[in-house]
C-alpha cells in the first residue's frame, strides 16, 4: 500500500491512498487543539481495528459460506495524558447472518487475529464484543 499525506495546516491532514484515489481527512481533536471536524489520527487506529477485524471475518465467513453483510460495530477509543497515547479500544460488534454457534467461534477466533488487533501496543487495553443476530 502507497499512500501520500499532506499537512493542510490548521492541525488537519488529507491522506490520499494512491491506487485508488479515495481520500481521508484527519483532524486533531478537541481536546487537543484541534477542530474535531473528522476522525483524528487516534480515531482512525481505533476505527482500523474494527474494519480489520470485519474484514478477516467476512473473508472467513465468505469462505464457510455465510454473509455477514448488515452487521456494524460501535467503536470507543479512551486515552491517557501522560505519555499521550491511547489507553483502550472498545469495539462491539453486532454480527447478523450467523446461526450456528460453531460457525461464531470460528468467525470470533478469526476476528482476533486480524493484523490490527495484533499491532496495538500491549499497553493497550482492549475490550472486544460480539453479539449475534
Given at each position: ?73 460501535e467503536v470507543f ?57
Open positions: 500500500m502507497l499512500s501520500i499525506v499532506k499537512y493542510l495546516g490548521d492541525l488537519r491532514t488529507e491522506s490520499v491512498h494512491l491506487r485508488s484515489g479515495q481520500s481521508i481527512i484527519s483532524d486533531a481533536p478537541l481536546d487537543n487543539q484541534g477542530r474535531g471536524e473528522a476522525f483524528s489520527p487516534t480515531d482512525l487506529v481505533a476505527n482500523a481495528v474494527a474494519s480489520c477485524m470485519f474484514t478477516i471475518m467476512g473473508i472467513k465467513a465468505k469462505s464457510m459460506g455465510l454473509d455477514i453483510s448488515n452487521s456494524s460495530a477509543k479512551e486515552m491517557r495524558e501522560s505519555p499521550r497515547m491511547i489507553s483502550k479500544v472498545t469495539v462491539r460488534f453486532v454480527v447478523n447472518g450467523v446461526a450456528d454457534e460453531k460457525d461464531r467461534v470460528i468467525l470470533e477466533r478469526v476476528a482476533m487475529n486480524c493484523p490490527v488487533f495484533l499491532s496495538l501496543h500491549t499497553d493497550i487495553e482492549k475490550d472486544i464484543q460480539f453479539n449475534w443476530k
